[in-house]
């Protein structure tokens, strides 16, 4: 390593949490002086971008500010506390799922700068505290909307009730706020079934250092 630390990319497996895996990488690697950018949920996987050694860590806050790309699966036609998988479902009733067309009507209106309202069960502090904590613990927090960036949504497939997206973003974007937010504009409800990370700014899952 050089004198001045590696920024490099590692790619999250589902399962652990992004601070689980970066102590994982902590072992391999022998040192304590390691940070990431980027959080990812634990049922998501895809690129972290890892520093090594104080100086690396301290650049990245460019790295957390970078474009970010995603590979999405929505299931519509049920809400969920957590936005994905983890929390507990509500299924909403319809009298059918929305058409291709419908859904093509709407996704622009989530492209652009937009305010978007975090998860309850997210990282965000509240009075110092994490959201998702307060949560756990029966207190509902209020989660304030915040302006952020989408700069593209393209449609992969849709095969009711499954809907998949590809996303590219600006920092603080809640992939579950979306899913949540287009189920709803549609009427049918919507959480995050799978998300993967495949780009963040030049990264790509080809750049991933594997002799980790």
């Known amino acids: 390593m050089n004198e001045g630390g590696e920024i490099f990319a590692a790619w999250k497996p589902k399962g652990p949490t992004s601070a689980e895996f970066l102590n ?10 390691i940070g990431h950018a980027g959080t990812l949920d634990p049922l998501a996987s895809g690129i972290l971008v890892v520093g090594v050694g104080r100086a690396a860590t301290k650049r990245l806050n460019m790295a957390a500010g970078e474009e970010k790309e995603y590979l999405v699966k929505i299931r519509l036609g049920v809400r969920s506390t957590t936005g994905d998988e983890e929390g507990e479902k509500e299924i909403v009733e ?15 209106s989530f492209v652009g ?25 029966g207190k ?10 989408i700069f593209s949504i393209k449609i ?17 974007v809640y992939v579950r706020s979306l899913a949540r ?3 709803d504009t549609l009427g049918v409800g919507g959480y995050v079934a799978e998300l993967v990370r495949t780009r963040v ?3 790509t899952k080809e750049d991933i250092l594997t002799n980790i």
Not at 94 to 108: A, G, V
Not at 113 to 137: E, F, H, W
Not at 140 to 149: A, F, L, Q, T
């Open 201 to 203: 700014g030049e990264f």
């Open 24 to 33: 994982r990488l902590k072992k391999k690697m022998g040192t304590r002086k």
């Open 181 to 183: 937010d287009v189920g």
């Open 113 to 137: 700068v937009v305010d978007q309202v975090p998860p309850v069960y997210s990282a965000l502090k509240i009075k110092g505290v994490p959201a998702y904590k307060l949560a756990r613990r």
């Open 94 to 108: 319809r009298e059918r799922f929305p058409d291709i067309e419908r859904i093509e009507k709407i996704l622009p």
């Open 156 to 172: 992969l497939s849709y095969n009711p009730p499954y809907l998949e997206l590809k996303v590219v973003t600006g920092p603080g």
């Open 140 to 149: 509902i927090p209020e989660m304030n909307s915040r302006r952020v960036k």
